[in-house]
Each structure stands twice: as structure tokens, then as C-alpha cells.
């Protein structure tokens, strides 16, 4: 369903042949601290467990140990390492790229740029506080696209490569007055086609009660590839 890309990230070739419930563990000498630990649970698929050598050796797990899906979160836990509430990861299935390149971007979307700075600091003033920092979307990031509304930017996006991957991480923000008119799936479209176009697999990434996050992500053509939950720093 989903692309080499995510496929490659994601999962070692160790978890090609497990199940859902069945996980691996993958030591990891070059994750940072505040990734030092963390759990993917694959939709309908295995769960694979990334630790630093450090955290590895105090949690007693071996690269490549095979592990229970739940005994997985519950020796962590046990151990006293605390963990962030998990995000869903979500992606466009390959089916779906050439319909997002295909299809029209709206009249009233394009890419932003340094020229729109007053605008966009229209918008960002406009915005609830909380919301503004949970979409994380900034001018200065790879790619930013916006649609206006009678010349007033109405929604952004923005996404940046991730980690030094070919997987380009996507927020969004819709001001309040303007949601319900699907302002933000048109921004996402047209910034996704970008990122497609430049060889990057956009990512979609949302906490699991943030139900509006999700239904546009669904809406915009992205499936859940899984949850993944990392380490409380």
C-alpha cells in the first residue's frame, strides 16, 4: 500500500515476516536522546521497538530480539521510562500519488514565499495560540503553500524533510472563520504534489484525539500506516 520510502524507514527487514502483535527490537547507536527510545505499532502489523544502545542495555533487549507487542510498552514502563502520548503516522498509499499530482490545485492556492511575510504574520497573529504551535508551520520552512479568501490568507501548510529522510513532515492550520469550506485539504493537496513532484513522501502526523486532524488527513487522500510513540524528555 504505502511506498518504499515509508516501508524502508520504518520497518527492518527483520519485522518482514512477523504479525500483528509480534514486534523486533532494533538498537539504534545513532538516535538522539530524545528519540532514544520508541515504539511503532504498524496498522495491522508488527510493532518495532528503537532503542540506544544505553537504553537497550537497561532494558535488557538484544538487536533483532523478538518481543510481544504488549511486553514491549510494559517493560519500558516497568523500567520507569516514561513515554509521550503516541502520534498517528499517515501516508499516501502509491495508489493515491498520481490522483494528488493530477489533480487541479484551486485557483486561490499557491506557494508562499518571503513576500508574503506580512500576510502570513496576519494570519499567524489571527490564529488560536495552541493551534499555531500544534501545526508547527512556519514561512521559512522547504515548502509552504496557502489559500486566501478575498485576499486574506485563510489557511497554511508547510513541511520540511524529515531527519535528513526522503519523508517530508506536513502542518496545517485553517484560522477558525474560514474552516468547514475545505480550504485546508486544497492546501494540502497542492503542497503534497509538490513534495511528490521533488521526489519526497509527505507526512502526516497527529495526536490520536485530535479528530479534525485526522478527517482532513483521510479527506486528503492519506491512510494510517500506524501509531508511534517516543520517549517523554
Given at each position: 500500500?504505502?511506498?518504499?520510502?515509508?516501508?524502508?524507514?520504518?520497518?527492518?527487514?527483520?519485522?518482514?515476516?512477523?504479525?500483528?502483535?509480534?514486534?523486533?527490537?532494533?538498537?539504534?547507536?545513532e538516535?538522539?536522546?530524545?528519540?532514544?527510545?520508541?515504539v511503532?505499532?504498524?496498522?495491522?502489523?508488527?510493532?518495532?521497538?528503537?532503542?540506544?544502545?544505553?537504553?537497550?542495555?537497561?532494558?535488557?533487549?538484544?538487536?533483532?530480539?523478538?518481543?510481544?507487542?504488549?511486553?514491549?510498552?510494559?517493560?519500558?514502563?516497568?523500567?520507569?521510562?516514561?513515554?509521550?502520548?503516541?502520534?498517528?503516522?499517515?501516508?499516501?498509499?502509491?495508489?493515491?500519488?498520481?490522483?494528488?499530482?493530477a489533480?487541479?490545485?484551486?485557483?486561490?492556492?499557491?506557494?508562499?514565499?518571503?513576500?508574503d511575510?506580512?500576510?502570513?504574520?496576519?494570519?499567524?497573529?489571527?490564529?488560536?495560540?495552541?493551534?499555531?504551535?500544534?501545526?508547527?508551520?512556519?514561512?521559512?520552512?522547504?515548502?509552504?503553500?496557502?489559500?486566501?479568501?478575498?485576499g486574506?490568507?485563510?489557511?497554511?501548510?508547510?513541511?520540511?524533510?524529515?531527519?535528513?529522510t526522503?519523508?517530508?513532515?506536513?502542518?496545517?492550520?485553517?484560522?477558525?472563520?474560514?474552516?468547514?469550506?475545505?480550504?485546508?485539504?486544497?492546501?494540502?493537496?497542492?503542497?503534497?504534489?509538490?513534495?511528490?513532484?521533488?521526489g519526497?513522501?509527505?507526512?502526516?502526523?497527529?495526536?490520536?484525539?485530535?479528530?479534525?486532524?485526522?478527517?482532513l488527513?483521510?479527506?486528503?487522500?492519506?491512510?494510517?500506516?500506524?501509531?508511534?510513540?517516543?520517549?517523554?524528555?
Amino acid at each position: 500500500m504505502f511506498s518504499s520510502t515509508v516501508m524502508g524507514h520504518w520497518l527492518p527487514a527483520a519485522a518482514g515476516d512477523l504479525a500483528e502483535g509480534e514486534g523486533v527490537v532494533v538498537i539504534d547507536p545513532e538516535l538522539p536522546e530524545n528519540r532514544s527510545v520508541s515504539v511503532l505499532e504498524v496498522e495491522d502489523g508488527p510493532t518495532v521497538v528503537r532503542l540506544s544502545p544505553d537504553r537497550a542495555a537497561h532494558l535488557g533487549h538484544a538487536h533483532g530480539e523478538r518481543i510481544a507487542a504488549d511486553e514491549a510498552t510494559e517493560r519500558i514502563t516497568a523500567a520507569g521510562i516514561a513515554l509521550n502520548n503516541p502520534d498517528h503516522l499517515f501516508y499516501l498509499p502509491v495508489e493515491e500519488h498520481a490522483s494528488v499530482l493530477a489533480e487541479s490545485a484551486d485557483e486561490h492556492t499557491r506557494r508562499l514565499s518571503e513576500e508574503d511575510a506580512d500576510t502570513f504574520a496576519a494570519l499567524a497573529a489571527a490564529a488560536p495560540e495552541n493551534d499555531l504551535d500544534e501545526a508547527f508551520v512556519e514561512l521559512d520552512h522547504w515548502l509552504v503553500f496557502g489559500t486566501f479568501v478575498e485576499g486574506r490568507l485563510a489557511a497554511a501548510a508547510s513541511m520540511f524533510p524529515w531527519r535528513g529522510t526522503r519523508l517530508a513532515d506536513l502542518g496545517v492550520i485553517t484560522l477558525p472563520e474560514f474552516r468547514g469550506r475545505g480550504l485546508a485539504r486544497a492546501t494540502v493537496l497542492a503542497m503534497a504534489a509538490e513534495a511528490l513532484e521533488q521526489g519526497y513522501e509527505p507526512q502526516y502526523r497527529c495526536q490520536l484525539d485530535n479528530a479534525p486532524s485526522v478527517a482532513l488527513a483521510l479527506a486528503s487522500g492519506f491512510r494510517r500506516f500506524g501509531g508511534w510513540t517516543v520517549i517523554d524528555d
